[in-house]
C-alpha cells in the first residue's frame, strides 16, 4: 500500500468515525440508566423577598424572587444563548440568561418515552413531537419544562456551558421574573410561568440559578471520539496537501 493510499484510508476511516460520533454525541441514554433523582417532582415554594439587581457585561437586570425552586432532570434539548444565529438576546442586549434547557423527568423519564419524541430548541422554546399517537398519549405534558437559566457567577455559567444533550442535571435557584435595564430606563420584562400545566410560547420557567449538579453524563465518550475523529481528519487533509505529488508513484 502507497503513502497516498494509506492517507486516503486513514480520512476515509476518520470521517466514519467522525459522522457517527456526531450522530451518536447527543443520543438520549435508557431509562434503566438514569438516577432516581429523575422521578422526583419539583420543588417550588413560594418566597417573599426583594428584588435584587445585578449586573452582567456592563448591563444591569432587575431580578424579583417568586419562588425557590429544585430541579432534576435529563437534558433532552437545550440552547446557547450566544449562538451565531440568537438575534434575539442580541437585540434585547441580554446576556444574563446564558441558555435555555428542556428537560424531562418523573413517568416521562422512567418509561423511556422520551426516546420516541423529537425534541428541539428555538430561540426562547422547546419544540417536541412524534408521529406516534401512542407515544404521545404516554408522553406527559406536565412532566417536560424549557428552563431560561439566569447567572452571573461564573463558576456557574462554566457549568451550565459543559451541559449536553443526554446529561443528567440538578438546578437550584429561584423562579424570577427579571428586566433589563438600558441606563434608568427598564426596556422590558420577562415573566416566568409559576406551573407545569400551562403551554403555549410564555410557558417557560424563568430560573436564576444559584447552584448546579451534573449528576451524570452519557455522551462524554461519543465527544471524544468527535474530537479525535476531527483531528485525525484535519492532520489527513493537511499531510495530502505537504506530500508531494509524485509519491504515489514512488512508493
Known amino acids: 500500500m502507497t503513502k497516498y493510499a494509506a492517507l486516503r484510508l486513514a480520512a476515509l476511516v476518520s ?18 440508566r438514569l438516577r432516581p433523582e429523575l422521578l422526583a417532582e419539583p420543588v417550588q415554594q413560594a418566597v417573599d423577598e426583594p428584588a435584587f439587581r445585578r449586573t452582567v457585561d456592563a448591563v444591569e437586570y432587575g431580578i424579583q424572587p417568586r419562588y425557590t425552586y429544585d430541579i432534576s432532570g435529563l437534558i433532552v434539548s437545550l440552547h446557547h444563548s450566544d449562538t451565531w444565529w440568537d438575534t434575539a438576546h442580541a437585540e434585547w442586549n441580554d446576556h444574563i440568561n446564558l441558555m435555555d434547557l428542556c428537560v424531562v423527568w418523573g413517568d416521562n423519564a422512567a418509561s423511556g418515552v422520551y426516546r420516541e419524541i423529537h425534541f428541539s430548541n428555538t430561540q426562547w422554546e422547546c419544540h417536541f413531537e412524534t408521529r406516534s399517537s401512542e407515544s404521545w398519549q404516554r408522553f406527559h405534558l406536565d412532566q417536560v419544562s424549557n428552563n431560561h437559566l439566569l447567572t452571573d457567577d461564573p ?68 465527544r471524544w471520539l468527535r474530537m479525535g475523529a476531527t483531528i485525525s481528519l484535519a492532520l489527513c487533509l493537511g499531510a495530502f496537501l505537504v506530500l508531494p505529488p509524485h509519491l504515489e508513484e514512488s512508493g
Open 15 to 32: 470521517t466514519l468515525l467522525l459522522v457517527l460520533a456526531w450522530w451518536r454525541q447527543d443520543a438520549l441514554p435508557a431509562p434503566e
Open 155 to 222: 463558576v456557574i455559567a462554566r457549568a451550565m456551558k459543559s451541559l449536553h444533550v443526554g446529561d443528567e442535571v440538578r438546578l437550584r435557584g429561584y423562579l424570577v421574573n427579571y428586566t433589563i435595564f438600558d441606563g434608568s430606563v427598564a426596556r422590558g420584562t420577562r415573566v416566568s410561568s409559576e406551573t407545569r400545566t400551562d403551554t403555549g410560547p410564555g410557558a417557560c420557567e424563568v430560573m436564576y440559578v444559584q447552584g448546579i449538579d451534573i449528576l451524570a453524563r452519557h455522551n462524554a465518550a461519543w
